[in-house]
């Protein structure tokens, strides 16, 4: 059984660009969670995608944007990068909408200078 | 909105004494609590989730719906436990986690 991965595990972006993270969830897991943990902070749900629909979101901005593909994996699309969205990148995934226990993956680190 | 509280930011005790980590949340309906925990270099684990009621590594926790908390216990603690702790709970049906701050456990010998 495959684990949650995450891609890139660093990045480093200039203000206003835009930047793309990679989740593949876990073998049989449909569910896909986002989260952003800023330096000594707990994570911060993002949205969460279910069969390839977002279902729920949480408090930030359109620029914030997601996607699920047919095999569950998942990507997170941040447009004109600012300077507070430096912070690890979470993505979880859980084998239904229901529930279950959530697997995270390791994290992508993004820098933004 | 709903809020997960951690007050302590690090807790230190020396093996073999108890530990509580604290944990409060703020929520109108009936949420489900989680603790997950962070080992050094490795990623963030589920720890355990209060409609079980198991006890993993001799940790335990109670809901208690008066006090709004969800203390996580340990009767001795071990050198092995030292990690960062979250409390979580589900914003709504379905794993979409409010997280609390974190406590760092350090178990000293």
């Known amino acids: 059984e495959t684990g949650v991965t995450q891609s890139p595990t660093h990045l480093i972006k200039t203000r206003g660009q835009q930047v793309t993270l990679r989740c593949s969830s876990q073998?049989?897991?449909?569910?896909v969670s986002w989260y952003q943990q800023a330096l000594g902070q707990g994570p911060q749900f993002i949205f969460q995608?279910?069969?390839?629909?977002?279902?729920g979101r949480g408090n930030f901005p359109p620029r914030f944007s997601g996607l699920q593909f047919p095999n569950y994996s998942s990507e997170l699309n941040v447009n004109a990068l600012e300077l507070d969205d430096s912070a690890l990148y979470l993505c979880?995934?859980?084998?239904?909408?229901?529930?279950?226990?959530?697997?995270f993956g390791q994290g992508t680190r993004l820098t933004v200078v | 909105a709903q809020r997960v509280t951690q007050p302590e930011k690090l807790l230190s005790v020396f093996k073999g004494a108890p530990v509580e980590l604290k944990c409060n949340y703020s929520y109108s309906g009936s949420p489900e609590l989680f603790w997950y925990v962070q080992y050094s270099r490795q990623r963030l684990q589920l720890l355990l989730r209060h409609i079980s009621r198991e006890s993993i590594k001799g940790f335990t926790a109670d809901l208690n719906k008066g006090e709004t908390s969800f203390h996580l216990k340990k009767p001795f603690a071990q050198e092995e436990d030292s990690a960062m702790y979250y409390c979580a709970s589900n914003m709504e049906y379905g794993n979409k986690l409010v997280f609390g701050a974190g406590t760092i456990l350090r178990v000293k010998s």
């Open positions: 979880a995934s859980s084998p239904d909408m229901a529930g279950g226990e959530a697997f």
């Open positions: 995608y279910y069969r390839e629909e977002e279902n």
């Open positions: 073998s049989g897991h449909n569910t």
